[in-house]
């Protein structure tokens, strides 16, 4: 097996930092769409799609109420949780280092 002098030389670990905002954006986002796909399954009549609805809203399920504050209930859950995830995220980049 040839060594070289590259094989010797150890790499800095680097720790992949997530944009807070971004991630909260992203999870805003993502739980609003997923709030409105679950009311169309209520609008539409499949089963089950509508148990999400309750989280964000006491409105009549099929409701343009419904939709509407949900979506609002669901966007800021969404921003929170992606937000909260990114900032632990980041804050656990030290055990990486701590690890090797």
Known sequence: MVT?????VE?????????????ALAGGVAAAMFFAL?????VIGFPNTHAYIPL??????SSVAALAEGLCWST????????????????FAALDRAAR
Do not use: Q
Not at 4 to 8: G, Y
Not at 38 to 42: D, F, P, S, T
């Open 76 to 91: 800021t859950f969404g921003l929170l949780v992606g937000g909260l995830f990114a900032f632990f995220y980041n804050l």
């Open 56 to 61: 964000f809203t006491a409105a009549e399920r």
């Open 4 to 8: 070289t002098a590259m094989d010797a």
């Open 38 to 42: 679950c009311w169309l399954g209520a």
């Open 11 to 23: 790499t800095p670990v680097r720790s992949h930092k997530l944009a807070i905002l971004r991630v």
